[in-house]
């Protein structure tokens, strides 16, 4: 079944819950849907960006780069292919352009080495970039996973939130077109493949929705893929929910497959979406129940995000044990993959 039932008791929301399970709801039926959820609710959940923070913390919520470099695969045969992984070492690409996105958030596009280059990546994985700036003992080391297709050719499309003290990000930011940045790769997260998983769950708060926007893609992309996918995107505000455009189209090209739950924390005051955070209470109705077969849930975005829905990972080859939210609704431990 595509959307969970749930809370017996209100009897206009099952009805909501049930046409999601058969078809596409209008905007009416999506907002009551949600205005239940607030109700039960209440108070709770986390902030997926807590900008008073030591900003840094935001970058390490990333897999530490020492270990990610123990996930670069043999290398391809892909002649092809500007990253190989195997002993290829580090390509510096050339900046073509930069797009605001937002007040924090940057679309930056690199020239792969030929015009005919495909980036090489592998669904799901991601590139490691390099910076050593002046006065640096060493240099910083960020995975980054692109949003442009694995398909395209000729350049690479990075999605990259700023945060202060964060030297990867800064760094990027106060780039500007012609100048160079050494990416290294791919980086395999979960090997994915048509119709492994009858129905994919998608948890993300801020940057995290990347990677999930990669395996959203490209199941969409297969025509052979019946895949079903949910998401669920947290943010601070309206402006900062990235990849909107995209997740939009995909969801009214593929209304009987595809859905997406938006949350914020400072919602304007007309929004229909969720208002607060992901909570107990938003996934239990949402997501696809525990003992429904095949299923996989991604989670990725900022530490607090990790911590209140799946737990933390101790490594990038260590998933950790599962716990918070998604232990609690009596998901297990193989159905929850930490990006």
């Given amino acids: ?18 046409q999601y399970a058969t078809e596409a709801p209008s905007g009416g039926s999506r907002a009551g849907i949600y205005a239940v959820i607030a109700a039960a609710a209440g108070a709770g959940g986390y902030y997926y960006l807590n900008v008073t923070k030591a900003p840094n913390m935001a970058e390490k919520g990333m897999p530490q780069s020492k270990e990610e470099h ?16 195997g002993d290829q070492g580090w390509i510096d690409l050339k900046l073509d352009s930069v797009e605001e996105l937002n007040h924090n958030t940057k679309k930056f596009r690199y020239e792969l080495p030929e015009s005919g280059n495909t980036s090489g990546l592998r669904i799901a994985s991601a590139l490691l970039t390099k910076y050593k700036g002046p006065g640096m003992e060493k240099p910083v080391i960020r995975p980054y996973t692109p949003v442009s297709d694995e398909d395209q050719k000729g350049y690479i499309d990075l999605v990259v939130k700023v945060y202060p003290n964060g030297p990867m990000s800064e760094h990027m930011h106060s780039m500007n077109p012609q100048q160079r940045l050494d990416f290294k790769g791919p980086i395999m997260k979960y090997p994915y493949e ?19 926007y990669q395996v959203a893609r490209a199941i969409f992309k297969n025509p052979e893929d ?37 949350v914020l924390d400072h919602p304007p ?33 900022p530490p607090g995000l990790y911590k209140a829905i799946s ?10 044990e599962l716990s918070g939210i998604l232990k609690d609704l009596g998901y ?4 929850v993959y930490k990006f």
């Fill in 1 to 18: 079944m595509f959307a969970r039932q749930a809370f017996r008791a209100a009897q206009p929301f099952k009805q909501n819950v049930r």
């Fill in 70 to 85: 123990k996930n670069i695969p043999g290398k391809t045969n892909d002649v092809s292919a500007a990253f190989t992984g």
């Fill in 194 to 212: 048509a119709n492994k998983h009858d129905h994919v769950a998608l948890i993300a708060g801020g940057t995290g929705i990347t990677p999930m």
């Fill in 226 to 262: 019946k895949t079903k996918v949910t998401l669920v995107f947290g943010n601070l505000t309206e402006e900062d929910i990235l990849l909107k455009h995209e997740f939009e189209d995909l969801e009214n090209t593929y209304p009987q497959r595809f859905r997406a739950f938006y």
């Fill in 269 to 301: 005051e007309k929004w229909q979406g969720g208002k607060g955070h992901i909570d107990k209470t938003l996934l239990k109705t949402v997501l696809p129940a525990p003992n429904e077969e095949n299923l996989k849930i991604f989670v990725c975005g």
């Fill in 311 to 320: 737990g933390t990972k101790n490594s990038p080859s260590d998933q950790g």
């Fill in 332 to 335: 297990k431990q193989d159905q």
